[in-house]
C-alpha cells in the first residue's frame, strides 16, 4: 500500500506519525491501490474484473507464516539496549496461520504461565491448521512472512509449487520444491492436487540462513474425503529442506523471480543516484548495534514527516550529510570490523523528487568471525526494480555489466545474503518521508534503517490526528 497523498498513514512511529498510546484510537483512511497486502492478517484486493489475470486455478487460499517468542517484545528490546548485550535468541516456535506447538516437557524454557492448562496437547488451540484440497483441482496459496527473526523455507510434501507473483507483481512462472520466504515479503504459488488421494500429506516451514533449533512448523494437506485428521503416514520430518548455509540455492531462487512477459514495467534506463549501503554490526558507546555505512539509525521524538512540513529545524538533524557509500577498496567484508565503533544520527536522505536512484546493500562480517547474516530490506511507498544479486563485494565498475535490464521484477523487499551484494533501483516519486529498513524486527530496532524524503512541498495539509508527540505537543 503505497499510502499516494496520505504518506500521514503509513503508520511508522516517529517517521510518519506519532506512537498511538495505549487506550487511544487511531483511525486510518486509505485508497487501497494494491492487490495484495498484510499485517497480523492478509489484505487481500482482487484486481478489476477488466483486468484478468495471467494464471487460472480454482480455489484461492491464503497462508501467513510467523515465529513465535515466549517473551515479550520489551524484555527482548530490554536486552538488545543493555550492557552486557543480551541477544534475542532463536523461537520457540514456528507457525502456519497463527498455528504452531511447543515442547513443553522442556521446563527450563517454559513459562510457569504456559504449564498449568494451556499447555495441554489435547487443547484445540494446538491442532494443527489443516488445508482441504479436492483432488484434481488447482489452488492459488497467498504466502506472506511476518516473522521477527526467521527466513523460511516452506514445502508441501511430495507437491511442486509454481511461483506467478511476488509482492504484488506477477512473476514468469517457475516451479520449485521449497519456497524461501523472506520477512515482509509475499508470494502466490499454484498448487495442483495431483497426488495420491488416497492420503494427507505434511505442510512444513522451516528455517535457514541460521543454524537455528526452532523446529519446524507442520499442517496438514487433507486430500478430501479424508479425514481432515488423519495423519499423513509420512514422519514430520520426510520434507526435504535444504541446509540452513546453503546459500547458492536461496540466490538461485532470487535469480529466478523475473517480471512475467506481457506485465514488465519499463526499467528507466539510467539513474539519477547510486548509494551504496554496507551493513554492518558495530558498537555505539559500549552498546552493540547496526549499521549501514557506520551510521546506526534512531528514531526523532517528532516525526520527520511533521518536523518537515512545519519546518522544525531542531527536531532532528538536518544538517546530516547522508553516506552514499564506504571506503569499498579498504574495507574487508570478510573480517570483523577493524574498529568496530559506529555513530547514531537520526538524519535523513533527501532525493530529488522523481529522480532514479540505484542502491546497493552490501553485507559483511558481523562482530564474531566467519559471520555474515542474511537481511530482507523493504521499501516503505514504493516499489522497486531487482536489478541483481551476487557474491562477495559489489564491483561498480563490473558488476552493473550483469544486471537484468530485460525483464527486471518489481518488489518492496528483498534479501541480501551472507557476504552478499543486491542491487535494486526506484523511482523517488511519490512525496513525502519513506523508511527503508531491515525486516528483522531486532534488527531494525538495533538501528538498521535509513529514511529517504523526496517532494516534501508536494504533501497537502497533515491531519491532526499523527500529532501529540515531541514538539507536535504544541
Not at 515465529?67 to 507457525?95: C, N, R
Not at 506447538?101 to 521446563?107: A, D, G, L
Not at 518537515?308 to 570478510?334: H, V
Not at 551484494?421 to 529498513?437: E, I, K, Q, Y
Amino acid at each position: 500500500m503505497f499510502q499516494i497523498g496520505t504518506p500521514w498513514f503509513d503508520g511508522v512511529e516517529g517517521v510518519t506519525q506519532c506512537p498511538i498510546l495505549p487506550g487511544e484510537v487511531f483511525i486510518y483512511q486509505f485508497v487501497v491501490d494494491r492487490r495484495e497486502s498484510g499485517l497480523i492478517g492478509m489484505i487481500q484486493v482482487s484486481p478489476p474484473a477488466t483486468e484478468p489475470e495471467p494464471f487460472t486455478y480454482d480455489y484461492d487460499r491464503n497462508f501467513l507464516l510467523t515465529d513465535w517468542y515466549h517473551k515479550s517484545m520489551s524484555e527482548k528490546a530490554t536486552g538488545l539496549a543493555s550492557i552486557p548485550f543480551k541477544w534475542v535468541g532463536e523461537p520457540q516456535s514456528l507457525m502456519i496461520q497463527g498455528r504452531g506447538r511447543f515442547n513443553c516437557s522442556n521446563n527450563l524454557t517454559t513459562p510457569p504461565s504456559l504449564v498449568s492448562g494451556v499447555c495441554n496437547v489435547s487443547n484445540a488451540d494446538c491442532s494443527r491448521f489443516i488445508l482441504t484440497v479436492i483432488p484434481g483441482k488447482t489452488y492459488r496459496l497467498r504466502i506472506g512472512s511476518l516473522t521477527a527473526l526467521s527466513a523460511l523455507s516452506f514445502q508441501i510434501e511430495g507437491h511442486n509449487l509454481t511461483v506467478v507473483e511476488a509482492d504484488g507483481h506477477y512473476v514468469e512462472p517457475f516451479t520449485v520444491k521449497n519456497l524461501f520466504v523472506y520477512s515482509g515479503e509475499t508470494y502466490s504459488v499454484l498448487l495442483k492436487a495431483d497426488q495420491n488421494p488416497r492420503r494427507n500429506y505434511w505442510i512444513t516451514s522451516s528455517i535457514v540462513s541460521r543454524p537455528a533449533t526452532t523446529p519446524p512448523a507442520t499442517a496438514v494437506l487433507n486430500y478430501y474425503p479424508n479425514h481432515p485428521r488423519r495423519r499423513p503416514p509420512t514422519s514430520e520430518s520426510s520434507n526435504i529442506v535444504p541446509e540452513w548455509n546453503d546459500t547458492r540455492s536461496r540466490l538461485a531462487q532470487s535469480l529466478a523471480i523475473k517480471a512475467r512477459r506481457g506485465f514488465i514495467h519499463a526499467l528507466p534506463e539510467n539513474s539519477d543516484k547510486v548509494i551504496v549501503l554496507l551493513n554492518t554490526q558495530n558498537e555505539v558507546n559500549g552498546y552493540r548495534r547496526w549499521s549501514v555505512n557506520n551510521v546506526s539509525y534512531h528514531h526523532p521524538k517528532t516525526p520527520y514527516l511533521i518536523a518537515l512540513k512545519q519546518n522544525l529545524t531542531n527536531a532532528f538533524d538536518w544538517r546530516f550529510t547522508a553516506p552514499e557509500n564506504y571506503d569499498s577498496r579498504n574495507y574487508d567484508i570478510f573480517a570483523k570490523p577493524l574498529n568496530a565503533n559506529a555513530t547514531t544520527s537520526d538524519g535523513i536522505y533527501r532525493l530529488r523528487f522523481n529522480s532514479t536512484v540505484d542502491v546497493i546493500l552490501q553485507n559483511a562480517n558481523t562482530m564474531n568471525a566467519n559471520n555474515s547474516e542474511t537481511h530482507p530490506w523493504h521499501l516503505h511507498g514504493h516499489d522497486f526494480w531487482v536489478l541483481g544479486y551476487g557474491e562477495g563485494k559489489f564491483n561498480e565498475s563490473e558488476d552493473p555489466k550483469r544486471y537484468n535490464r530485460v525483464d527486471p521484477i518489481k518488489k518492496n523487499t528483498v534479501a541480501v545474503q551472507p557476504f552478499g551484494w543486491t542491487a535494486l533501483r526506484f523511482r523517488a516519486d511519490n512525496p513525502g518521508v519513506w523508511s527503508f529498513h531491515c525486516h528483522i524486527e531486532s534488527h531494525f530496532f538495533m538501528g538498521m534503517g535509513i529514511v529517504f524524503e523526496s517532494g516534501i512541498d508536494k504533501v497537502s495539509s497533515l491531519p491532526s490526528s499523527i500529532m501529540g508527540c515531541g514538539q507536535t505537543k504544541r
